[in-house]
């Protein structure tokens, strides 16, 4: 299977901090992508990152990929509450043409006011 | 703002009988995919178009399930005869695939419950 697995399960952090997931994945890839999930909604695109990037920014998020350990991780700086959903990492496959994604379990976030 | 619409967003049924999901892909967008969603599985890739043909539909039950796009603005999602393990929540998406860096337009999906 080429999903990525994301890890923790679950976090739960104070408004103020900062929250790291990670996500590991098992074939080589073109991008991986972060997604958001806010309870009872569909998926929201946060980031993607080429295969040929190491590290990439947006707004509070920053994300790194290492490639040669295959894993990747998305930190949101200075938590908010409404930073409170599920995280997950999808990948594609290098030589997929297609432009399936696979994706994780997700990584539970709540942060507390 | 366009978004993916997805109709119904619930429905509830007692077992045997047929389950149509519709999903209206953003204008413009070239790919569609169904994803089911469920505690134990998670997020699981069920089939995708590009230009409204099926490129794959591995991860569906083909007994029971299928999918269709009738025109670019409307892909189906049927199951028939539904079983309760199909209760899941569907997701529909959409993206415009040029290259193999494309994210994904997610609808608000169709919570099923099967009786």
């Known amino acids: 299977s080429q999903q990525g697995e994301e890890d923790p399960q679950a976090l739960s952090i104070q408004e103020g901090e900062n929250a790291t997931m990670n996500c590991s994945y098992k074939?080589?890839?073109?991008?991986l992508q972060w997604y958001r999930q806010n309870s009872g909604r569909g998926l929201v695109h946060l980031i993607l990152?080429?295969?040929?990037?190491r590290e990439k920014h947006s707004g509070r998020l920053r994300v790194t990929l290492d490639t040669s350990k295959k894993s990747s991780s998305l930190l949101i700086t200075a938590s908010r509450a409404a930073d409170t959903a599920s995280y997950f990492c999808?990948?594609?496959?290098?030589?997929?043409?297609?432009?399936?994604?696979?994706f994780g379990r997700g990584t539970q976030l709540t942060v507390w006011p | 703002d366009a978004r993916v619409t997805q109709t119904p967003r619930h429905k509830v049924t007692e077992m045997g009988q047929e389950v149509t999901m519709r999903c209206q892909p953003i204008?413009?967008?070239?790919?569609v995919f169904w994803y089911r969603q469920t505690m134990m599985q998670g997020l699981e890739l069920l089939a995708y178009?590009?230009?409204?043909?099926?490129?794959?539909d591995s991860g569906m039950p083909k007994d029971r399930f299928s999918a269709e796009m009738p025109d670019a603005t409307l892909a189906t999602l049927k199951i028939q005869p539904s079983e309760p393990r199909d209760s899941a929540v569907y997701f529909c998406?959409?993206?415009?695939?040029?290259?193999?860096?494309?994210?994904?337009?997610f609808g608000n999906g169709t919570r099923l419950t099967v009786t």
């Open positions: 990152i080429r295969s040929n990037e």
């Open positions: 074939t080589s890839i073109n991008n």
């Open positions: 998406a959409s993206g415009l695939y040029r290259d193999n860096n494309s994210p994904l337009h």
């Open positions: 999808a990948t594609d496959g290098r030589g997929s043409t297609l432009g399936r994604l696979y």
């Open positions: 178009f590009r230009n409204r043909a099926p490129l794959d």
């Open positions: 204008l413009g967008h070239n790919t």
